[in-house]
């Protein structure tokens, strides 16, 4: 996810069990600049294999000299080709979702890509469809199979819904079924009885969760804890919540090395972590405001002491 994947999410994600990664996406363009952001975008660490780097891009020779080119500078596991995001900035150059609408050039971008790499695997990541009038994602699966792509992962909204509505898991599953090759479905997964749910119904190989892990990165560990023993695990207590976010606040800053700007672009990672926290009203409108390690320590301690107080007054 751009702005939220980053090398300190992925690796915390990665403790809690993710199984693969895949880096912020990167436009070919922003490759070939190989600037500080670009190389931030493709630093990982060895520990995160196996990862993918996403890239995004309409121009089929460009898509396939970035990915030579990334695979020479990081030499990621697999190259992952972005044909879902529904950003105007990026649909207005043809890339991202944009391409479910042009089949021959997805094809094409597809097709260049995978021989470019050889044989390192080139996956594909889709949404079902451009709209509701439009919902193709079996033929485009069917076409990515054609040009040698060897897994896809199929986000069960169109474009046009962008993050808005409900994932359709049916156009998921036809997918699945649709084509030989590993699918992985992903929408709206918020727990592991959903994740099992999905995985009885459909034929898909595998999930991708997105926006659940932003506020609850142990999902992974309790959704395979679940798949594998059919018991739901506890989240983590309070305070491993809180060691959780004290740990990802002091690996920012230390990845930023200035301590300010680092908390302040923790402030929407800090709303996400407080879904779900007791009084996490207050705790929102006390996030807009950090911008120290201090500040996030005494909000920690002071929401821990409440916490325990209610507790102990509920218990007496
Ligand atoms: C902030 C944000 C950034 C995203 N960036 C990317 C991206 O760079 N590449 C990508 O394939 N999907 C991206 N997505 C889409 C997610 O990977 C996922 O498909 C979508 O959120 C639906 O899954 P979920 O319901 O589990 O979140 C992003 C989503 C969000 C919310």
Redesign the pocket.
């Known amino acids: 996810?751009?702005?939220?994947?980053d090398k300190i999410f992925r690796q915390l994600c990665k403790e809690y069990g993710a199984d693969v990664l895949?880096t912020?996406?990167v436009s070919a363009e922003g490759i070939f600049r190989r600037n500080e952001r670009t190389r931030e975008y493709l630093d990982f660490d060895e520990i995160e294999r196996p990862i993918g780097v996403?890239l995004?891009g309409a121009d089929a020779k460009h898509m396939a000299e970035a990915a030579r080119q990334v695979i020479e500078w990081v030499q990621p596991d697999f190259i992952?080709l972005?044909f879902?995001?529904p950003v105007n900035k990026v649909v207005s150059k043809n890339g991202g979702s944009a391409l479910l609408k042009d089949c021959p050039t997805l094809s094409s971008v597809a097709e260049a890509v995978v021989r470019a790499v050889a044989p390192l695997p080139v996956t594909a990541?889709i949404r079902v469809g451009w709209d509701a009038n439009s919902i193709n994602a079996v033929r485009v699966a069917r076409i990515l199979v054609e040009q040698g792509i060897a897994a896809i992962?199929v986000?069960g909204?169109t474009r046009e819904q962008g993050?808005s509505g409900a994932?359709d898991w049916n156009v998921i599953a036809q997918v699945a079924t649709a084509v030989p090759i590993p699918v992985i479905g992903?929408?709206?997964?918020?727990g592991p009885t959903e994740v099992a749910k999905r995985r009885q119904e459909t034929r898909i190989a595998g999930v991708?969760?997105?926006?659940?892990?932003?506020s609850a990165p142990w999902i992974f560990r309790q959704t395979k804890q679940y798949l594998s023993t059919g018991n739901i695990s506890e989240p983590p207590d309070l305070s491993e919540k809180w060691e959780l976010i004290l740990r990802h606040c002091q690996l920012a800053v230390r990845r930023w090395g200035a301590e300010e700007p680092a908390i302040r672009s923790m402030r929407a990672r800090l709303m996400a972590y407080s879904k779900g926290f007791p009084a996490s009203k207050l705790l929102r409108e006390k996030f807009q405001h950090v911008s120290t390690l201090s500040d996030v320590n005494a909000i920690a301690r002071q929401h821990l002491q409440t916490a325990f107080e209610s507790a102990a007054a509920v218990a007496t």
Do not use: P
């Not at 996810?1 to 994947?5: D, H, I, L, R």
């Not at 992903?186 to 918020?190: I, Q």
């Open positions: 996810m751009a702005g939220v994947s895949t912020e996406f996403q995004f992952d972005n879902g995001c990541k992962t986000h909204r993050y994932a992903n929408g709206d997964l918020s991708m969760i997105g926006r659940a892990a932003m």
